[in-house]
């Protein structure tokens, strides 16, 4: 899997003879793997029932990080060691494995004690290749972090690849995390952590699936130190300590793999995790030291920080001439607001749309007309408050980024800046990095809950899909026939997002390959005319999308028309019988299709659908299926509205089947039969 570039606050202390601790490694329970130690009847494990498609089986996994001594110092010590059986070729990416390692100008982890192997049975017999140091390699991604990359030899289908590491860090921040799930089955996961009581760490857990092994335990360890003292010309004094520690132990048995599903931001989630953040040092004869305990703290050190808030803090005066000419007509905040965005928005080119920190100078930003979201939103503050304004940046997590942890400040988890202006009757929330994007719109990956305020009160700014209303409007009218056609012509306003998708389609291809989609969309072979998409320049609305056809219904003596053409739910979106996971639409939508039928001359009506009416939970969405028949005209008016976008998983049973009555229905056709 990538590796993505995350940045961290390295922090090293002074040697620290005097407030040292120890831990001893525990027994595993619940494996007894041993490197190199593969039985013949690990090449037996079959796929389960549940998982038929799995292309590798995680046969255990055991990961555990404790502190230990180098004699002048402490180092956090994480060991993995993982065996994974290759059941087809689809599964042989396992055998390529990325190591994140990070670093600062003064010091970084060290990747140790690194073996691997492959495993194959031939004749009845385990053969063992194993991995020469010369495969590991060097894949640098930024300048906070090193990528080691290995791949076993000799893997083919049925193999079991087995490797161990140590990473040895001086960052005590950096406690990592461990997965117990992931897009493979897991036949044993396990991690341990031992903390002593010189740190207090924030546990972060998540996932749906019961542990076999959650245990707590205390106990006492003896470490011992150099202590050096300061001009002294003799040996050193050796220094023993003899902290309390907490071991935690977790451990899942068959854990079944966990796959995208509809509706959801990111699986990641809800995937089985616990998570750690360093909350506070507790060293010996100190008060209690926190660590960015509050959410004002961390937003103070970012204000600060050279790759963020700290480029606000400047004077940037080489942003004067070009801020007074911009708003030198305006008569209000919001048209300086309105013009200053404009021009960022459409002069300048995002070249990265997940990024926390910036890339460039804020000068250099200015001048070279491109940066990532960060470097133009950035900007797009530091010119509004050139302007006078009272803008900050406001950082989140997109959706597919996940959830930003609200109880505790972790701001490894924001991978996005916007710009939030007051302007006392009206706050705006701005981004600039897409060209197509309105004033005071924000893509829809942005609504993912709560965003900060890079402010001394680091205001939270909820940004829900909740509160995304998101409508759209269909009219179809059908008219005569002539040669086995029928004719009509069909007018939608689309919900903003996706006109701001069809935007995107008619600038990077064009509108002739926009109608090409919609012609394919048919059953049939459609034919269109008078094609136009109006208001693509108005950013700020919905498009209108315009057309004529013809459609093919044959000459028979019988006819069948289903009234919502195209836009019928063809399938219902939540196949799954069950669902673990929260059902999390992207907005609250309202979707209204309304369709007109005068009965071709010739023909009278033999079949009409009923109409329908259904509620969700009482006043939580509704469907309606309204057709009647006057005389030769047949009018339907069909409504999926759902007034919320999140669902829990004891909803998704009753949603599933709301859903499954819209697509019944909606397959209903007209039957017009020849007069005779």
């Not at 750690?276 to 703290?297: C, D, H, I, M």
């Not at 002069?347 to 920190?357: G, K, P, R």
């Not at 759209?472 to 939608?492: A, C, D, W």
């Amino acid at each position: 899997m990538p590796v993505n570039s995350m940045r961290y606050t390295f922090v090293l202390l002074a040697p620290i003879a005097s407030c040292l601790f120890a831990l001893s490694t525990t027994a595993q329970d619940g494996s007894k793997m041993k490197f190199g130690k593969v039985s013949k009847e690990e090449f037996a494990v079959k796929r389960s029932e549940k998982d038929t498609g799995a292309h590798a089986i995680i046969l255990s996994e055991i990961g555990s990080s404790i502190f230990e001594s180098d004699g002048n110092d402490l180092r956090l010590v994480y060991k993995v060691h993982r065996r994974i059986k290759v059941m087809d070729k689809n599964g042989y990416n396992v055998a390529t494995v990325l190591v994140p390692i990070y670093k600062s100008s003064s010091s970084e982890e060290k990747l140790l004690n690194l073996k691997a192997a492959a495993y194959n049975l031939e004749n009845g017999e385990v053969v063992e290749t194993k991995m020469e140091s010369k495969n590991v390699f060097n894949d640098k991604q930024d300048k906070n972090l090193l990528v080691k990359k290995f791949t076993l030899p000799a893997v083919k289908e049925g193999t079991i690849i087995e490797y161990v590491y140590t990473i040895s860090s001086p960052y005590y921040r950096h406690l990592r995390a461990w997965d117990f799930q992931g897009q493979y089955p897991r036949l044993w996961s396990e991690y341990s952590v031992a903390i002593p009581e010189y740190f207090d760490y924030m546990l972060i857990p998540q996932g749906y699936e019961p542990y076999v092994v959650k245990t707590k335990t205390f106990s006492r360890t003896t470490f011992t130190f150099r202590n050096e003292s300061s001009g002294s010309t003799g040996p050193s004094n050796l220094v023993t300590v003899t902290p309390s520690v907490t071991t935690y132990k977790w451990a899942l048995k068959d854990v079944p793999p966990i796959n995208e599903e509809s509706y959801i931001t990111t699986i990641d989630n809800y995937v089985n995790r616990v998570e750690f953040q360093l909350s506070a040092y507790n060293w010996p004869g100190e008060p209690r030291k926190p660590v960015q305990s509050t959410w004002e703290e961390l937003m103070k050190d970012l204000m600060k920080d050279e790759d963020l808030g700290g480029v606000l803090n400047a004077n940037n005066g080489f942003l004067s001439d070009q801020v007074a000419e911009l708003v030198k007509d305006a008569k209000t905040d919001k048209e300086k607001v309105q013009k200053i965005y404009t021009w960022v928005r459409d002069n300048y080119t995002c070249t990265d749309h997940s990024a926390l920190w910036m890339d460039k100078s804020l000068k250099t930003v200015f001048n070279s007309k491109n940066g990532n979201v960060s470097d133009i939103n950035m900007l797009l503050v530091a010119m509004l408050k050139k302007a006078g304004l009272f803008a900050t940046p406001l950082l989140l997590s997109t959706r597919n980024n996940g959830y930003v942890y609200q109880f505790y400040p972790l701001y490894t988890h924001f991978n996005y800046v916007i710009a939030g202006v007051n302007l006392g009757e009206e706050y705006i929330k701005l981004d600039a990095s897409r060209p197509l994007m309105g004033f005071g719109k924000l893509p829809a990956e942005c609504y993912n809950g709560a965003a900060r305020a890079m402010d001394d009160f680091a205001s939270p700014v909820i940004l829900g899909a909740d509160s995304l209303k998101e409508q759209q409007f269909t009219s179809v009218m059908l008219g005569k026939i002539e040669n086995g056609m029928i004719s009509g012509t069909f007018m939608q306003r689309p919900t903003y997002f996706g006109s701001y998708k069809i935007r995107t389609k008619v600038k990077e291809e064009s509108a002739d390959e926009f109608f090409k989609q919609i012609t394919k969309s048919y059953t049939g072979d459609i034919e269109l005319e008078n094609k136009s998409i109006e208001d693509l320049k108005e950013l700020e609305s919905p498009v209108m999308v315009k057309y004529d056809f013809k459609l093919p219904v044959g000459e028979g003596d019988v006819i069948y028309i289903n009234p919502l053409l195209s836009e019928a739910y063809k399938s219902n979106p939540f196949k799954a019988m069950e669902r673990k996971f929260p059902v999390e639409m992207n907005s609250v939508y309202d979707e209204v299709y309304s369709f007109n039928l005068d009965v071709p001359e010739g023909y009278v009506v033999d079949e009409l659908p009923k109409s329908a009416m259904a509620k969700y939970n009482e006043n939580e969405g509704q469907f309606q299926y309204l057709i009647q028949q006057t005389e030769n005209h047949i009018q339907l008016r069909c409504r999926v509205k759902l007034n919320k976008a999140n669902f829990d998983p004891e909803e998704y049973a009753t949603l599933r089947d709301f859903y499954d009555l819209v697509v019944k229905k909606e397959a209903e056709q007209i039957v017009l039969k020849k007069k005779k």
